[in-house]
């Protein structure tokens, strides 16, 4: 089975410039998360989704970021304008809705904002 | 909001010496408990996790590890380590209450071994 799907993979892009970043969950798992990941803050949840809806954005740093989940099967974590400060390796991950089920990572974003 | 803590934030052990990493969690209520491990550029991958039943959970690669609940603990060991288990470890927490699948995670602790 395909895991989760993250692209692009490594991004670097001038401060100032949209990023987005997509994501694919595995199938038939109804819960998407959006973590990221820096040395300084460590592995912080941003968002996350149930049936496509959006539960919890507590974690959504500031009004440049946004997160959509137009359908079961697609997400996307959008950050415009871009600053150095965002610079980070951001995951999606998603699992089964009981709880305590495992949550399935994907293998990141690598952002570089210069 | 429940909390998650890894008191040691940088291991480094030689290999076949014994690993102990700690993990506590701010929760009186029914948890669900995870490791899961980073290797090098790669994403994050489950080691182990602990719904219930024995306290004392095994999980991939000879790692074990064991809940105490009047300690809020839940530390991973594995009794020789090897130098491929250099990597980045979390543990998380899922809280029970309210539904839902949510985990917070601590904030890792690298081991590196050495040969």
């Known amino acids: 089975d395909a895991g989760v799907i993250q692209s692009p993979r490594h991004e670097v892009t001038e401060m100032g410039q949209e990023v987005t970043l997509r994501c694919k969950p595995i199938?038939?798992?109804?819960?998407l998360f959006w973590y990221r990941q820096t040395m300084m803050r460590g592995l912080e949840l941003l968002i996350y989704?149930?049936?496509?809806?959006?539960?919890?954005d507590s974690g959504m740093p500031e009004d440049r970021f946004s997160a959509k989940m137009p359908n079961a099967s697609f997400s996307t974590l959008k950050i415009q304008p871009s600053e150095p400060r965002d610079s980070a390796v951001y995951f999606c991950?998603?699992?089964?809705?009981?709880?305590?089920?495992?949550?399935?990572f994907g293998e990141g974003s690598w952002l570089t904002v210069v | 909001a429940q909390s998650v803590s890894q008191h040691n934030h940088h291991v480094i052990l030689s290999e076949a010496a014994s690993l102990e990493l700690g993990c506590n969690y701010s929760?009186?209520?029914?948890?669900?408990l995870f490791w899961y491990v980073q290797y090098p550029g790669q994403h994050l991958q489950l080691l182990l996790k602990?719904?219930?039943?024995?306290?004392l959970v095994k999980g991939i690669k000879g790692f074990e590890a064991e809940f105490i609940k009047s300690k809020f603990s839940f530390n991973l060991r594995k009794p020789s380590v090897q130098w491929s288990d250099t990597a980045e470890y979390f543990c998380?927490?899922?809280?029970?209450?309210?539904?839902?699948?949510?985990?917070?995670f601590g904030t890792g602790t690298q081991l590196k071994v050495e040969l």
């Open positions: 998380a927490v899922n809280i029970l209450t309210g539904g839902g699948n949510k985990l917070t």
């Open positions: 929760y009186g209520g029914t948890v669900n």
């Open positions: 602990y719904f219930s039943g024995d306290p």
């Open positions: 991950a998603s699992s089964l809705s009981l709880p305590g089920n495992t949550i399935y």
């Open positions: 989704f149930n049936n496509n809806v959006p539960i919890d």
């Open positions: 199938s038939g798992h109804d819960y």
